[in-house]
């Protein structure tokens, strides 16, 4: 009984131990938060784009529908 307290407590000073370092890694800034800012608004600059062109294709064939 007392071996199986032991492991127990080991267990949980470990598992304090990796919160701590969970907390610490947290706490430290993206690395490549600046990259991915870009990419997004890259990504977003191209949504767009694709968004425009599907107005664009819908807007002409409501023209040659209503010319037809």
């Not at 767009?48 to 040659?64: N, P």
Request: glycine share 0%; aromatic share 2%.
């Amino acid at each position: 009984m007392a071996e199986n307290a032991k492991i127990t407590q080991e267990v949980i000073l470990d598992t304090l131990q990796q919160i701590s370092s969970a907390e610490k890694t947290i706490e430290k800034p993206f690395a490549k938060q600046e990259e991915l800012d870009k990419k997004v608004k890259r990504q977003r600059e191209i949504t767009r784009e694709m968004e425009l062109d599907a107005l664009k294709k819908e807007s002409v064939k409501q023209v040659i529908q209503e010319k037809e």
